[in-house]
Structures are given as structure tokens and as C-alpha cells.
């Protein structure tokens, strides 16, 4: 890796419901279009593309980007689950890292159907096989859908470990709804409280209904750029992404009987870890953070797994209001994927786009007062995990 990157324009749809979006390529050229237009260049500038998205046809990428300009050049189409969108942004700046490009495009979309997820594919193996046998093996009488019971059963495993009450993993997903009032994007932004957020339908182990990020339907893009091609067009506005690593499964993901190793704990730490000594970053040093709430409990969890605070007090990290405005670091401002929703392939750029803002200080109502440093992670089971560490060059 030889150049500087960044980012020099980001563009993201508003999320909506099921049924209510526009086609995928339609969503995916509006947000091609934004982030241009952001970074104040033409597609005719664009010389390489990576395009994420779960649920689509080989070559939605292309179709996608068909409608913003066809200028030959090459289109990856990528597929990481819930990390797709991260994945793409991956190999964008792998490909200015490297010297291969120096302006390159990476999109999100995703077009989903309403309910929980589920393999699309009955006749071959699942890639879940493995967090299958998991969950089943951490409880053999558990009844919830998959990702459900992945991911609660993390929660469940945490509460057992440290004690952490009910309460505080609802309080997660009132910070959601609190941040997203401010986000006109954001697919849900009613206020609710932790007495509605209980009762609303257990789903499993803390997990309520109101706990769990929806299916939802959006676009998101960012332009990735060399310093070189920045300075030379004159983009003042581009933000440095000044790290980013990739992780997948490690042997403890399916050999030490836990369920947070299986829904990413590992993946997360050792992909920040490696951020943090690239960078020199100290955790306490980062301002702001868009992470992985698919389920409230990964938002639990992952505030140890990014040393955001120490090991067993994730609990009174909340309690003190040390994950929101006037704590130690605001989490999803954007109100996250459980408020802002949860469009597969667009949400890694949808992060990217939040803390892109935050750093120029574009983030309206919701501005985190003096952003410096920003970090981003983006979960996908099967798995992947992608930390990306932002700031102002």
C-alpha cells in the first residue's frame, strides 16, 4: 500500500420500508449520482467500480450503474452478507491504496422482502452450517429465527458472564431512536422508551421485537480517492481514510461453545486491534463511531470488542451515558441499523457516508461537537468484519 486515501464524496438514499422503494438499480444510480456530485466530479472520472449487494441477479451493479454513464470500465460485483457494503469500500481503497486506480467508485443497494432472513438456496450447503451447530449446541430448545437466535444468544451469554440486565440492552435501542429523530434518512424516528422497548414481543434471550434492526430497502455510495488526484482537482472536502483491515472467522469462532465469538467478538477485536496499532490511534482517542447494531446485543458486545470500554462493563457504559452526546464517544448518530435501518449491501456505506459528515461537520442536529477521529464497523456472519478508521488529513 503506497497512497493516501480518501473519500471525497458520499451519497446515501433515505431507507424505507419493504414494498415502498424504488428498483434497486434506480436506488443505486440516485446514490452514484449523489456521491459525485458531493465530490464535485463525473462519472467519466470514475475508472473502477465495486458495487455490494446481498439479495440481486449477477451484474445488479452493472445495471445499476448503467443508468449513471457507460464508460467501459470495470464493475466488481461483491457479496460479503451484512458486510457488503464495507467489503466494497474494502477493495475501492485497495485499489488507490495499490496505485492500481486513483478514482474509483464503491455502491451499496439492497431491494428487500419483508421478515427474517433466510438461506435463498435449499438444494446445496449452507454457509451457516457452522453457526447453526452453535446455537443449536448453546441451546438445543431455542425457538427464533436464525439471525435472532445468533445474536440473542450472544446477548443471553453475555448476561450470564456479567450480569447485565434487560434494561440495558433496551436502553441501546432508545439511543437509536433518539439519534435518528435528527436523521431525515433514517427509517425510524419516533422516541420510544425502555419500558415500551420491553414490552414490545420477546424474541429471544434480551431480545425484543423493537431490539431487532428491520428489512429495509436503500442505496449508498462514496468516491475513493488518491491525496494526489485530491490535491490535483482541488477536492478540500475529502476525508482521509487512514486505515481500514478485514477479518474473517477465526478457529474460536466455532470451537469455544460461545455465541459472541460465533456472531463476530473475535473478528471485531482483532480487526480493530490492527487498526489501532496501524494507525497509533489510542481508543479513547476516537470521538465517534457508526457500528453494527443489527440486534442490540451486538451493540452491547462490541463496545468491549472495539475497546471502547473494558471488558464486563459494557452495562455501566450505558448506564453512564457514555455512548451518546456529552458521554466518552456517541454511537450511531445516525441512529444506527436498528433505527436508521438495515439495507444489507448499503449499510457499510451508509456508515461511511454518517462519518464522512460528522468529520466535515455536515451532520446537522446530530453533529458531534469537534470530530476528529471516527471509526466504523460492519459485521457480516459467514463472516467478515470490516473496521475502517476515518479523520481530517
Not at 446514490?31 to 449477477?58: E, F, K, N, P, T
Not at 435528527?182 to 423493537?210: C, D, Q, W
Not at 453512564?320 to 449491501?345: A, C, E, F, M, Q
Amino acid at each position: 500500500m503506497v497512497e493516501s486515501v480518501r473519500i471525497a464524496g458520499v451519497g446515501m438514499i433515505p431507507f424505507v420500508k419493504p414494498g415502498t422503494s424504488a428498483p434497486y438499480s434506480d436506488m443505486g444510480a440516485e446514490a452514484a449520482r449523489q456521491a459525485l456530485a458531493d465530490a464535485g466530479i463525473g462519472y467519466d472520472q470514475i475508472q473502477q467500480a465495486y458495487v455490494g449487494y446481498v439479495y440481486g441477479d449477477s451484474t445488479c451493479g452493472q445495471a445499476a450503474l448503467y443508468e449513471v454513464g457507460m464508460s467501459g470500465i470495470p464493475v466488481v460485483n461483491v457479496n460479503n452478507n451484512c458486510s457488503t457494503g464495507s467489503s466494497a469500500l474494502f477493495l475501492a481503497r485497495q485499489a488507490v491504496a495499490s496505485g492500481a486506480a486513483d478514482c474509483v467508485l464503491a455502491l451499496g443497494f439492497e431491494q428487500m422482502v419483508p421478515g427474517a432472513l433466510a438461506d435463498v438456496y435449499q438444494d446445496r450447503p449452507s454457509p451457516m452450517a457452522k453457526f447453526i451447530e452453535v446455537a443449536k449446541e448453546f441451546d438445543p430448545a431455542a425457538e427464533a429465527p436464525m439471525a435472532i437466535r445468533l445474536f440473542g444468544g450472544a446477548g443471553k451469554e453475555y448476561q450470564q458472564k456479567y450480569g447485565a440486565s434487560d434494561a440495558a440492552f433496551a436502553m441501546i435501542s432508545v439511543k437509536a431512536r433518539r439519534h435518528a429523530e435528527h436523521n431525515e434518512r433514517a427509517i425510524f424516528r419516533t422516541p420510544t422508551s425502555v419500558e415500551e422497548v420491553l414490552a414490545s414481543k420477546h424474541m429471544y434471550g434480551p431480545l425484543t421485537r423493537l431490539q431487532c434492526c428491520p428489512p429495509t430497502c436503500g442505496a449508498a455510495a462514496a468516491v475513493v480517492v488518491s491525496e494526489a488526484f485530491a490535491r490535483k482537482h482541488g477536492l478540500t472536502d475529502a476525508i482521509r481514510l487512514r486505515a481500514q483491515v478485514m477479518t474473517t472467522d477465526f478457529p474460536s469462532s466455532f470451537g469455544e461453545k460461545s455465541m459472541m465469538k460465533a456472531v463476530g467478538y473475535d473478528m471485531a477485536r482483532a480487526a480493530a486491534d490492527a487498526v489501532y496499532e496501524q494507525t497509533g490511534v489510542d481508543p479513547m482517542d476516537v470521538s465517534v463511531v457508526e457500528m453494527h447494531d443489527c440486534f442490540t446485543a451486538n451493540e452491547l458486545i462490541s463496545y468491549e470488542a472495539l475497546r471502547l470500554t473494558p471488558e464486563g462493563t459494557a452495562e455501566k457504559f450505558i448506564m453512564d451515558g457514555d455512548n451518546t452526546y456529552g458521554g466518552r464517544v456517541v454511537t450511531n448518530p445516525s441512529g444506527g441499523l436498528i433505527s436508521k435501518g438495515h439495507p444489507l449491501g448499503a449499510t457499510g456505506l451508509a456508515q461511511c457516508a454518517e462519518l464522512v459528515w460528522q468529520l466535515r461537520g455536515q451532520a446537522g442536529p446530530r453533529q458531534v461537537e469537534g470530530a476528529k477521529i471516527a471509526l466504523q464497523h460492519n459485521l457480516g456472519l459467514g463472516g467478515a468484519c470490516v473496521i475502517s478508521l476515518y479523520d481530517r488529513a
